[in-house]
Every structure is written in structure tokens, then in C-alpha cells.
């Protein structure tokens, strides 16, 4: 009786936790700047509606700079966005992440399945059939990724508060503080038209 109790205990905690652990995982929010008042932004998402998130003076802002396959080498750590498309992954983003990024095969958000490939990029193969192919090691295996032409490419650079403008793009990953409200952990804003594409 005591282990039957003790068990649902248990069962009831793991799922408790489970919860809390989904509450406090990051959402990631995409739009135009609507209003920066320096302490709130209010972004017209891209899903339509508005969303009000909290920018703590403790958040760097980062810029945006476009970049191309020619300004990546074998040996950078790159974070790209693919869907499957019959038996060849798709590039649908490409940018240089923080060398210790993990690396590694994740579920992403930014299309309905969409997987996030974060590798080191080991070969660039021009001119393959609808594009180039980038060859990724992501640590417990290799991807062959098709990169057509117009992928969306881009690197985050220093910023400021000061860019965050009306009209510009941002993508803000933010705790979510209860339904409609948040807070950035990391706020990323176009620049010179170029725009952040993750």
C-alpha cells in the first residue's frame, strides 16, 4: 500500500516538474517592431497578433548582417533550418552560431516541421543540382543539406537599444511570464535591411 502510494507520489511529482519545465522553456516571437517605449517592445507578429515583451537593460540587442556561402569555411559552427523535402534536407536558414553551441538535432518553429541542425560545417560542394550542398557534422552524425539559391542567410552583429525602431524586424526569445506576458532573453533586430532569419 505505502509503495502504491509512494509510486502515484512519484508520478504526480515527475509530471509537476514536466510542467514547470515546459513553463520555463523559451518561445520564440517574430514580427515588426510596433513601439519601443526602452523598457517595453511591442511587436505585430508575424502569426498577426500583438505581443508586448519586456527588454531588461541586462539584454544585449544585436544587429543583423547578411552573409553568403563565401563567407563561410569548414571548420565554422553554423545553425541551419531544413525541411525534408522527399529524400533531400532543404535549407530554409543559414547562420554562424557561437562555437560552443551545442551541437545536435532539434524540432524548430520557424516552419511547420522544421528541424534546427546545429554542426560544424565540414565541405561546401558548389553547383549541385538546385544549389550547393553544405556537409554538417552535428557530433552523432553527418547531413547532406541542399542550399538553394535565395536561401535566407544571416550573422547576428553588435548592437544597440537604439535599433530597435519601428518598422524594423526582430526576433525576440523570451520567457513567457504568464499568458501575454514576457520577457527577452534574446533580442536580435534587422539592419540595413537586413533582416534576422532564424
Do not use: W
Not at 502569426?47 to 541586462?58: A, N, Q
Request: hydrophobic fraction near 45%; proline fraction near 6%.
Amino acid at each position: 500500500m505505502h509503495f502504491v502510494r509512494f509510486a502515484a507520489l512519484a508520478a504526480a511529482l515527475i509530471a509537476f516538474a514536466a510542467a514547470a519545465d515546459a513553463q520555463q522553456q523559451n518561445v520564440n516571437i517574430r514580427g515588426t517592431i510596433s513601439a519601443f517605449d526602452g523598457t517595453t517592445l511591442t511587436i505585430a507578429a508575424r502569426e498577426g497578433r500583438v505581443v508586448k515583451v519586456t527588454v531588461p537593460d541586462s539584454v544585449n540587442v544585436a544587429a543583423t548582417k547578411a552573409i553568403t556561402l563565401a563567407d563561410l569555411a569548414p571548420g565554422a559552427k553554423l545553425g541551419v533550418t531544413t525541411v525534408q523535402r522527399g529524400e533531400q534536407l532543404i535549407a530554409i536558414d543559414v547562420r554562424p552560431i557561437p562555437p560552443q553551441a551545442n551541437s545536435g538535432l532539434s524540432a524548430y518553429d520557424l516552419q511547420p516541421q522544421s528541424t534546427m541542425t546545429n554542426a560544424v560545417l565540414e565541405g561546401t560542394m558548389q553547383g549541385a543540382e538546385g544549389g550547393s550542398e553544405l556537409t554538417l557534422n552535428y557530433g552523432s552524425g553527418v547531413a547532406k543539406v541542399l542550399v538553394p539559391p535565395g536561401t535566407p542567410m544571416s550573422q547576428s552583429i553588435p548592437g544597440a537599444r537604439g535599433d530597435l525602431k519601428v518598422g524594423e524586424t526582430v526576433f525576440v526569445s523570451a520567457r513567457r511570464d504568464s499568458e501575454d506576458a514576457f520577457t527577452a532573453v534574446r533580442v536580435q533586430v534587422s539592419k540595413d535591411g537586413a533582416k534576422p532569419t532564424q
